[in-house]
C-alpha cells in the first residue's frame, strides 16, 4: 500500500515535533527512518497509525485521504505498529491473545484463528506454538506474535519502531527475511531504528529527519559515513579507545551464585579494578541481567561474598549498596527507571540524599538545568519524563546516577540512542572512571562492547566465560561465544587473571 504524508505538523507547546513533513512511500518499499534523537520519528509515526493525531496535515493511502482516530481505526485502514515494548497480555495462551482486537466477532473461534495464523505464520518463516503461554517468550517471539495479529487483522503498512533492542540476531534475521517476504507481497514497511548496518542491510529507502523536517531521502547502496552527515549534518567518528583501568581493586566477587527465575548462575569470582569497565555480553536471558542485579543488592545471591573496597556488602539489601556507592540503572526506563508524571526537577529531587523534612524546590531545579546541560537532554527542568523522546528519557536516567557513585551498573546504557549521543554518553562514562569509579554495562552491541569495555564476561546460559581482554577480541569470537560455542583453547582469555584458576567455567 502507498502511503503518503503530507505537511503533517504536531507542536508540544514549543517543541516543533513534527513541523511539515512531507514523505512518499511507495508500496513494497521497506524505508528507513532515521534522525538523531528528539527528531520527530516516533511522533511521526504515532500520528501514522492513529495513537495521536497531527495539529495539521494529511495522510493517504493509496492515494486516498483518511482520518486516524485511533489504532483500532489505522488498523482498520492497514496501518499497523509494531511496539518496541509488546503490548500483548503475559498470563494468556498465544492463541487467546490473537483473538484480542479481532474485528466483529463476540465468541471468536479459537480453531479459525489458530489455522488462519499458521496459515500466515507458515510462508513467512516463522513457526509460533499457539498453545505456549505468552509470559514463556522471548522478546523476538513476542514480537512475532505481535507481527502476525496485525497481519491478520490486515495490516498492508507495518511500522516497527527501533524492533531490534532485545532480541537476538537470529531473530533479527528471521524478522528481516520476514520484512522482505511481506515488502515483496505488496505491504508497506517504516522501519525506524539507530543502527545505520541494520538500515543499509534492509531497507530499499531511507528517510532522515531532524528537528521536526524531513531534510532528506536515499536510495541504495547506503554509505553509513553518508547517512550519518545527513542525520547530524557533520560527520561523526568515535574517539580513540579510552582505558583508565587501575591495578587497584574496588569491587571484589568471591564465588557469588545467584538464581531468578529460570537463571542460575553458577558460582564465580572476580577483582574489579577501580577506573575498570566490565562489560557483559550474551544473548537476553542469558544471566547477565541477572549478574548485574546480584551486583546491585536487588536479587539476593545464594552463595559467595561481595566487597566493595573495605565493605561487606553480602547479604546486603539494595539501599545498603547504593549508601554505600553501588548505582544501578535498569533497561526498563519507564516501568523501572523513571517514574511517568514526574518531572526532570522531581526525579532530581528523588534522588537527592538530603536530611530534612522540606524539599527545597529551586535547589532542585537548578541542579535539573545543570544535568539537563551536562547530559544534552533535549527538555526542561519542567518536562514530565514521559513526554521526553526516547534518547532522551535514556540521557536522563543516567544523568540521575549521583556524582560519587563508585560501581556504575548500567543495563543497556545506550540502548536507544543515536551514534552521536552514543559516543558522547561514553565520555561522560568515562570521566567518572577517570576519577576512580567502575563500570559494568550490558549490551547488544558487540562493537560498544568491545570499543568501551577493558574486559568483558560472556554469560550463556547462565554460566560465564571470561573475562576476555576486550582489546584483543574480535566480533566473530564474541559472537561464537555468545551463542554458547566454546572458543577455549584459542587463547583468547585474559591468562593473567586469577579468575581462571578459579574455575571459571567455559
Ligand atoms: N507527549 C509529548 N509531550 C511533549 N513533548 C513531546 C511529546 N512527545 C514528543 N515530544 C517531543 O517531541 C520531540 C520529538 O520526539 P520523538 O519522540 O518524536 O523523537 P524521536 O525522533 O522518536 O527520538 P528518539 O530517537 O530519541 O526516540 C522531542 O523533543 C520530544 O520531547
Ligand atoms: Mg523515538
Known amino acids: 500500500m502507498e502511503v503518503q ?6 507542536h508540544f507547546g514549543p517543541v516543533k515535533a513534527n513541523d511539515g513533513i512531507t514523505l512518499s512511500v511507495p508500496a513494497g518499499a521497506i524505508v528507513g527512518i532515521l534522525g538523531e534523537n528528539g527528531a520527530g520519528k516516533s511522533t511521526l509515526m504515532k500520528i501514522l497509525s492513529g495513537f495521536q493525531p497531527a495539529d495539521s496535515g494529511e495522510i493517504l493511502l493509496d492515494g486516498k485521504a483518511v482520518t486516524l482516530r485511533s489504532p483500532a481505526d489505522a488498523i482498520r485502514h492497514g496501518v499497523g ?22 474485528p466483529g466477532r463476540l465468541i471468536p473461534r479459537r480453531g479459525d484463528a489458530a489455522q488462519a495464523v499458521a496459515d500466515l505464520a507458515g510462508p513467512l518463516g516463522l513457526t509460533l506454538d499457539l498453545k505456549a503461554e505468552v509470559g ?10 505481535e507481527l502476525l495479529r496485525l497481519l491478520w487483522l490486515g495490516a498492508r503498512v507495518l511500522i516497527l519502531d527501533e524492533p531490534t533492542t532485545g532480541i537476538s540476531a537470529t531473530q533479527r534475521e528471521q524478522l528481516f527475511g520476514t520484512l522482505r517476504r511481506l515488502a515483496e507481497q505488496g505491504k508497506t514497511v517504516l522501519f525506524v531504528s539507530h543502527k545505520l548496518e541494520e538500515v543499509q542491510e534492509l531497507c530499499t529507502r531511507v528517510a532522515v529527519l531532524r528537528q521536526g523536517r524531513l531534510i532528506g531521502e536515499a536510495l541504495p547502496p547506503f554509505r553509513v559515513d553518508k547517512l550519518v552527515s545527513m542525520m547530524f549534518e557533520r560527520e561523526v567518528t568515535p574517539g580513540e579507545r579510552l582505558s583508565c583501568a587501575t591495578g587497584d581493586t574496588l ?9 531468578q527465575g529460570r537463571i542460575k548462575l553458577d558460582p564465580f569470582s572476580m577483582d574489579i579494578h577501580r577506573g575498570e569497565t566490565i562489560g557483559l555480553a550474551g544473548m537476553e536471558g542469558s544471566g547477565q541481567a541477572v549478574f548485574l542485579r546480584s551486583c546491585a543488592g536487588l536479587v539476593a545471591t545464594t552463595g559467595g561474598r561481595i566487597q566493595l573496597e573495605d565493605v561487606d556488602l553480602t547479604g546486603k539489601n539494595y539501599h545498603h549498596f547504593k549508601k554505600k556507592g553501588v548505582a544501578y540503572v535498569p533497561a526498563a526506563r519507564l516501568e523501572e527507571g523513571l ?6 526537577t522531581e526525579h532530581v529531587l528523588l534522588t537527592q540524599h538530603k536530611p530534612g523534612f522540606f524539599i527545597d524546590r529551586e535547589s532542585g531545579r537548578k541542579l535539573a538545568q545543570q544535568r539537563i546541560g551536562d547530559y544534552n537532554i533535549k527538555g526542561t527542568p519542567a518536562s514530565p519524563v514521559e513526554s521526553l523522546s526516547g534518547g532522551n528519557q535514556q540521557r536522563t536516567l543516567l544523568a540521575l546516577v549521583r556524582p560519587g557513585a563508585k560501581v556504575m551498573l548500567l543495563e543497556q546504557p545506550t540502548r536507544g540512542l543515536d551514534i552521536e549521543s552514543v559516543i558522547y554518553l561514553w565520555t561522560k562514562l568515562k570521566e567518572r572512571c577517570n576519577d576512580g569509579g567502575s563500570i559494568v554495562f550490558t549490551s547488544s552491541d558487540l562493537d560498544e562492547l568491545l570499543r568501551y569495555s577493558d574486559r568483558i564476561l560472556v554469560f550463556f546460559a547462565g554460566k560465564v566465560s571470561g573475562p576476555l581482554d576486550a582489546k584483543t577480541t574480535t566480533v566473530d569470537q564474541l559472537g561464537y561465544l555468545i551463542g554458547g ?6 587463547g583468547i582469555f585474559d591468562e593473567t587473571d586469577p579468575v581462571q ?6
Open 251 to 259: 569491587f571484589r566477587l568471591t564465588d557469588v551464585s545467584a538464581e
Open 136 to 145: 514463556s517468550l522471548t522478546v523476538g517471539e513476542r514480537q512475532q506474535l
Open 485 to 490: 560455542r566454546d572458543i577455549s583453547g584459542t
Open 501 to 506: 584458576e578459579g574455575g571459571l567455567d567455559g
Open 81 to 102: 505498529m509494531l511496539h518496541q515494548d509488546p503490548l500483548d497480555f503475559p498470563p494468556m495462551r498465544v492463541v487467546d491473545n490473537l483473538l484480542i482486537g479481532a
Open 5 to 10: 504524508v503530507k505537511q503533517i505538523r504536531k
Open 339 to 344: 517514574i511517568p508524571g514526574l518531572s526532570i
